[in-house]
DNA sequence: AATTATTAATGTGTCGACAATATATGTTGA
DNA sequence: TCAACATATATTGTCGACACATTAATAATT
């Protein structure tokens, strides 16, 4: 079962997606359209479906007549984007508070713990380093059980914050703070307070854009 | 000037895109690619680079190896969208607190008036029914000065909530409430009181919405 | 007659080639 | 030497045709 059997754009999507939030296409690089066809060995047009689809999803920026080019990154387009994490993932943490399932909350409790032990035993470091902390925010959003919002945070925006996560780093020492900020919200959640769990939510994120303010100002 | 020459895929998009919106082609009805660009006398290659965009902005829908229907629409889903308005433009409001230029203030000001005129003269009727709500939302949106929140909702939102007020109409006897919250906003964005801004912005949207709820409750 | 197998049709996915546009190169004139 | 124009090259946009998957229609078996 799950043998989802994908089309040749489907793969280059996927290469192409990761080949970008890792880095490995340099941010705002051209993309020349007969080169990667030919270095992919597919052809243009399941390309140009594969380009379409990354813009989609905001790591490529298309102009008329001219092409694509990875997109390129800033502190303000970050700080943007935590903005808008802000609204949504509030709202995401208000609605699972009120749609979680029974089964939702221990597999999110086990997570929390599973966060737990691997920060304690890194001391705070590596953890948060890599996507593990996208982990725990993506699956609040899933329980929502909104299916828009879930789309939005879920498909359209998570490889872009990977991609500054992979790119900018995580210097963060907000590793146990941020790990206790987790577990308030899922104990506003399995209580099924929506309005603390958006409150705790929001604060969380809050004080994660505070923290890249204070670490970038030039 | 701004004599932006488009594409063909260009073209069709904005033809597909106005005929799903206004319902010229039913919610749900598949989209068969061969007599669509046989119809538009163009190409396949552009007509699928039109689908895309569709998918993009969620008009359409599409399988692999089956092709792309109409988007569906139903209560539960707009409520969703509703859910995700009160979040983004919530922040929106907030946002344009901080960041309205003073010409876009008196933009907006004057904007509300000719809106009161309206809805005066046609006794609250006919304004609300046509996007001149939408109007007023996209301005503020605009005012934000957040290129994301602004992407999101004017470009990939706007259309399935046009499509939405077009086919299950507008007959909301709220227009006079509604305008009395519109200038709430705009008083604490022109006061630069952000958290009051989005406040009120919230409030506005989930009355719409629970107004929705109790309309369509089958 | 109902149900499964097999075949025909329709439609999507992919490809290579041509046309339109933008960029790079080279030439001329002041 | 530099600027402006003309030419050449490369890239994107568009097209029609073929390969493959899905659906419909037909045939076969119980």
């Known amino acids: 079962m799950t043998n989802m059997k ?20 340099a941010p705002g690089s051209k993309i ?18 594969a380009i379409g689809r990354l813009e989609a999803c905001s790591l490529v920026t298309r102009k008329a ?18 903005h808008v ?9 208000r609605l699972a508070a009120q749609n979680i399932t029974a089964e939702e909350i221990t597999q999110l409790q086990q997570l929390l713990k599973r966060h737990t032990d691997e920060v304690n035993q890194a001391d705070g470091a590596s953890y ?4 593990g902390d996208l982990d725990f925010h993506y699956h609040i959003v899933q329980s929502s059980h909104n299916e828009r919002l879930i789309s ?4 359209d925006l998570y490889h872009l914050m990977r991609m ?35 409150l705790l939510m929001r604060n969380h994120i809050r ?12």
């Open 65 to 82: 007549n001219i092409g694509a080019r990875v997109v390129s990154l800033s502190k303000e387009k970050l700080l943007e984007i935590y």
């Open 85 to 93: 994490r802000e609204a949504l993932e509030g709202m995401a943490a």
């Open 128 to 131: 948060f380093q890599r996507s």
């Open 164 to 198: 500054y996560r992979y790119q900018f780093g995580r210097v963060s020492q907000r590793a146990f703070p941020a790990l206790d900020e987790h577990s308030y919200v899922v104990s506003a959640i399995a209580d099924g307070d929506g309005e603390m769990a958006e």
């Open 152 to 155: 939005l945070l879920c498909n």
């Open 6 to 25: 994908k089309n040749i754009a489907d793969r280059v999507f996927d290469t192409l997606c990761t080949a970008i939030v890792e880095g490995e296409i």
């Open 207 to 218: 004080r994660s854009r505070r923290n890249i303010e204070q670490m970038i100002k030039t």
């Open 32 to 49: 020349s359209e007969p080169e990667l066809a030919k270095r992919l060995k597919v052809s243009r047009a399941s390309l140009r479906e």
